[in-house]
């Protein structure tokens, strides 16, 4: 059986971008985040989009993985688009500064999620977690349970491609049995799907059995350790490169 496409999942490589620490790489995509949606438009939003094109080249993302990303909300952004657009009340028509400003909107939600893919894919889980630890390990002196967050984003990482997998098993096997889940009307179609939702979070919620009993076997206590060691000349000089571009961006 094919495996299902996750946009966005690690995929192994040699790139410049794999070869980054974790924790260097999620500073900037924090600082990448940030400068998405406070950059003034046009000429910030230009200079943020071409640290998009940029770190989409280093991590070798195609594009079209991060319309795939976009696909699931596309009819969101649609909306959203056009509830700026149109006005109602008053002299009802189309606003063009409302349509600049919805398009401005749409267009901060597809950097972020184009950073946030390029991270992902050339970032293993594990890596994540512990970068993620390695981070917030400060709070940890205010009683933060920072080992139990690191472990919750890992299995929440993991457990991403495998619902993916799990519900292309399904809909596979549904289809083999005769069900007929793209044909009909809107609402015929949503409720053929129920011959896979329902399936899908029954496995789901027995995978997660298996894992918490597994783990309270091994006695997890909540607290994991990573060895992570300095950061390198390379990773910090990345970290105050992107430093350096998100200002510049909010200050265009």
Known sequence: ??????????????????????????????????????????????LVATGLVTALVVSKTSPATVLMGLRPAALILALSVLSNAIVLVGQPGLSTDGLARGITVVCRIVLVVGFALSFSSTTAPPAIADALAALISPLRRLG????????????????????????????????????????GGPLRRLSSWGQVLVPLVVSLFRRADELASAMCDRCYLGEQTALLGPLGACDRALILLVAAWGVASLLL
């Open 1 to 46: 059986m094919r495996r299902a496409r996750v946009p966005g999942a690690y995929a192994p490589g040699d790139t410049v971008a794999h070869r980054a620490d974790a924790r260097s790489k999620l500073i900037a995509l924090l600082i990448a985040s940030v400068a998405s949606f406070a950059a003034p438009a046009p000429w910030g939003l230009l």
């Open 144 to 183: 933060v349970p920072v080992g139990s967050i690191a472990t919750t984003a890992s299995v929440a990482l993991r457990f991403i491609p495998l619902t993916a997998e799990e519900a292309d098993r399904i809909r596979c096997a549904q289809r083999a049995r005769g069900a007929r889940l793209d044909e």
